[in-house]
């Protein structure tokens, strides 16, 4: 088990509605990664943020955004969701950008 | 660019035979390569990557990975298979002491046979 914790754990939302998901890192780490995986594939890199700052974006429209708070906790944010966006949503921490990435257990988002 | 392929989407094996998950990648740089598993309902894991300090690259559980540059190839085996390897194996490749973005394969499934 690793420290990274994500809320919801499962979220049902209609098309054209917005989903706020939730990450916690693990104690210590500064840096947070977001992935989205659909179902049979492997996740997909959405964005990055260290010490507040968004640091590299994967190729997600701009109605995907994200927030890193002082404590590290992270939000992503999606606005007007498709039936596409239905996906698994997976958050990592660590520290200073390093390799060693924990993940949480994700957030199972569907959207009909 | 880089990339993974994971040439095979399930594998099935009897438990204390051995496993084999195959994978090829394709980097313009030097790469990182990395082994990930995910069991239900459960974050990902990582058991292994590969820096460039040694070929061979042991993980937890048992696993390792051997990097074959001539080959592009980084394959994870495992000399017996237990129950409780069942899961998805991902490989997974990033830029050198850069993983702002970690770039996953399709993802293998592991079924272990009593």
């Known amino acids: 088990e690793t420290g990274v914790t994500q809320s919801p754990t499962h979220l049902i939302k209609t098309r054209g509605q917005q989903v706020t998901l939730r990450c916690s890192s693990q104690s210590g780490h500064n840096t947070v990664s977001w992935y989205q995986q659909a179902l049979g594939q492997g996740p997909q890199f959405i964005f990055q943020y260290y010490r507040e700052e968004e640091n590299g974006r994967g190729n997600f429209p701009p109605r995907f955004s994200g927030l890193q708070f002082p404590n590290y906790s992270s939000e992503l944010n999606v606005n007007a969701l498709e039936l596409d966006d239905s996906a698994l949503y997976l958050c990592?921490?660590?520290?200073?950008?390093?390799?060693?990435?924990?993940f949480g257990s994700g957030t199972q988002l569907s959207v009909l | 660019a880089q990339s993974v392929t994971q040439l095979d989407s399930h594998v099935s094996v009897s438990e204390g035979t051995p496993v084999l998950l195959r994978c090829n990648y394709s980097?313009?740089?030097?790469?990182?390569l990395f082994w990930y598993v995910q069991h239900p309902n459960k974050g990902l894991q990582l058991l292994l990557k590969y820096t460039s300090a040694a070929t061979l690259v042991k993980g937890i559980n048992g696993f390792e990975a051997e990097f074959k540059k001539s080959e592009t190839s980084f394959h994870l085996t495992k000399p017996s298979a237990h129950m409780s390897d069942a899961a998805e194996y991902f490989c997974v490749v990033s830029r050198p002491y850069n993983t702002d973005k970690l770039i996953f394969g399709t993802g293998t499934r592991l079924q272990v046979f009593p």
């Open positions: 980097s313009s740089y030097s790469p990182s």
């Open positions: 990592a921490s660590s520290v200073d950008r390093g390799e060693k990435l924990f």
